[in-house]
């Protein structure tokens, strides 16, 4: 079986369960995850959510931006190094120093 037929076939209950462990550091039994645990448990969680069409909303790792975003307040967003000016120089800096940072 390859890993894409294994999540594919991954129970949602033990989805869950993943996702639980992941945001509370440890397995369901209480042992710590260790960091080679949560890499590989991460992987398989996002690469379930994008197989099964989970809402942005509630993926692991979804930021609400709300109104701050494409904004300076976003940190997708930077200080463009190309423009003049600092950017604490308060509220009247120029928003055409910033870009957005697509990763």
């Known amino acids: 079986m390859t890993y894409e037929q294994l999540i594919e076939r991954l129970d ?7 996702r639980q462990s992941l945001e509370l550091g440890k397995w369901p039994d209480g042992r710590p995850m260790t960091k080679e645990q949560r890499a590989i448990s991460l992987e398989a969680v996002i690469y379930y959510e994008n197989l099964h069409n989970v809402p ?5 790792g979804y930021l609400d931006r709300g ?11 930077r200080f ?3 423009g003049a000016g ?3 120089d308060g509220p009247e800096a120029d928003p ?4 957005e940072v697509k990763s």
């Open 12 to 18: 949602p209950t033990v989805y869950r369960n993943l």
């Open 80 to 82: 463009s190094q190309n």
């Open 56 to 60: 942005e909303q509630e993926r692991v």
């Open 86 to 88: 600092n950017p604490s």
């Open 96 to 99: 055409n120093l910033y870009v």
């Open 67 to 77: 109104e701050k975003a494409g904004t300076a307040c976003d940190p997708s967003v």
